[in-house]
């Protein structure tokens, strides 16, 4: 199996796959009386690692590497593009190692020429395929990807994980732009982020469980029906986010990613301290099945709510939300309860 075929196969399986949103129920807002604010002076600007973002909201890594992947990354960077918002490509790994590949993310460049636009590659890359991915895409920053789960469920997957924390480390001192560490849709542990932090790295992608799974994208491309259990594997999207967030504090930047398809959710996850929110699965769909206009104008009504949101808990701005008050109930509550992360800063505010 080439690579190019797997991510062609990762593109037709994720679309036939129902669109998965991720749980939020366990974490409430405290609705404001006298909020304090003026709904139309609301401000949307958010910054990660000192890039400025016009809206709290982008287009996360999807793909590339294919004749395929080239149509939807010119799809995704013409939408991103009229919309305003930044853009990661999938992974370069395919360009690096064939350079006829390199047009199908050189695309999002060309029609995207003064967008904030993330490079992405595996986490096992030498330092040198890394700085060519930057430079492919004369990226403002570069995704590093870690998808254990995803590899060994693969047939052809990666299954020497050693290393790899060292390895960040490389990259990290050499390139030229901001590192972001990003999970794919497992979830990212507390442990994590301090192995991560404590290298250095200052921007996290929690990728939390329950967006597109893709354990069952790869089960699916072998034919094989796994344990339900294993299936499920991962933190779930908010708890990943508080686990992370008891880590990076103030400390550096979390973006919060995995099945955040909604107003609500993205703004529990911008209230609890993520800088932005990435989306991947759903913005492909609405553009391929949909079209462009389609997705500009659930883009447009998501931005409203959002601001309705804040709008009645008193947020001015991104900054201002995050010192608003949450309550984290239920089995959420439990999980940070056992694992002993301290969540007194939520009550303070």
């Known amino acids: 199996m080439t690579r190019i075929s797997r991510k062609d196969d990762h593109i037709n399986f994720s679309m036939e796959l129902p669109t998965h949103s991720a749980d ?10 006298l909020p304090g604010v003026d709904f139309d002076n609301i401000d949307l600007k958010t910054t990660i690692a000192g890039l400025s973002l016009s809206l709290p909201i982008f287009i996360n890594a999807i793909t590339g590497g294919t004749l395929l992947s ?12 009229k919309a305003g918002i930044a853009m990661a490509v999938g992974s370069q790994m ?5 350079k006829e590949m ?13 967008g904030i636009v993330f490079a992405n590659i595996g986490a096992y890359a030498k330092p040198k395929d890394a700085e060519k991915a930057v430079k492919m895409l004369e990226a403002s920053a570069l995704q590093l990807h870690l998808n254990v789960p995803q590899e060994l469920l693969m047939s052809e997957g990666d299954r020497h994980f050693k290393g ?25 542990s507390r442990e994590t982020a301090l192995k991560l932090t404590g290298i250095g790295v200052k921007i996290l992608d929690i990728g939390g469980r329950g967006g597109t799974n893709f354990m069952q994208i790869e089960a699916s491309r072998r034919g094989i029906q796994p344990d339900k259990e294993l299936l499920n594997w991962g933190i779930p999207t908010l708890t990943s986010l508080l686990e ?14 995995g099945g955040i398809n909604n107003a609500m959710t993205a703004a529990k ?8 929110v990435g989306i991947a699965g759903l913005p492909i769909k609405i553009i391929l099945e949909q079209g462009e206009d389609f997705f500009l104008k659930w883009l447009e009504n998501l931005m409203y709510n959002l601001k309705i949101i804040m709008a009645m808990v008193g947020a001015a701005n991104i900054e ?16 940070m309860d056992k694992r002993g992360v301290d969540l007194s800063w939520l009550a303070r505010r």
């Open 24 to 33: 939020f129920k366990d974490c409430a807002f405290v609705h404001m009386s």
């Open 70 to 81: 080239k149509e939807i990354n010119s799809k995704l960077a013409s939408a991103a593009r």
């Open 94 to 98: 395919a360009a690096i190692e064939n």
């Open 102 to 114: 390199e047009r199908t993310f050189k695309v999002v460049r060309e029609i995207y020429p003064e």
């Open 164 to 188: 790899y924390l060292d390895n960040i480390k490389r990259i990290k001192e050499n390139i030229s732009v901001p590192l972001i560490v990003k999970e794919v849709g497992f979830g990212m």
């Open 244 to 257: 992370v967030m008891d880590v990076v504090k103030n400390n550096g930047d979390v973006i919060a990613s």
């Open 269 to 276: 996850s911008l209230c609890l301290g993520a800088k932005a």
């Open 320 to 335: 201002d939300f995050r010192n608003k008050p949450l309550v984290i109930t239920g089995e959420t509550a439990c999980w």
